[in-house]
């Protein structure tokens, strides 16, 4: 849950600003976009094991 107190002599515009950073930061709007439509589990898990690949993919080009 996002919280928001507004500052001292801070105006309306500054705070809505700052509520959609907080929002943002806390993934609420990224879990409401993959909420918003019904997704098939074996869509689900082919998206995990894609990302999976692409991350190992990933550390495997790049040599620590």
Do not use: C, H
Not at 30 to 37: D, I, L, S
């Amino acid at each position: 849950m996002v919280k928001l107190t507004l500052r001292d002599n801070e105006s309306i515009q500054e705070a809505v600003r700052r509520f959609r950073k907080l929002v943002e930061r806390s993934g609420i709007k990224k879990e409401m976009r993959r909420r918003e439509y019904y997704e098939k589990p074996s869509v689900i898990k082919r998206r995990a094991r894609l990302r999976a690949e692409r991350r190992s993919r990933r550390t495997r080009l790049l040599p620590m």
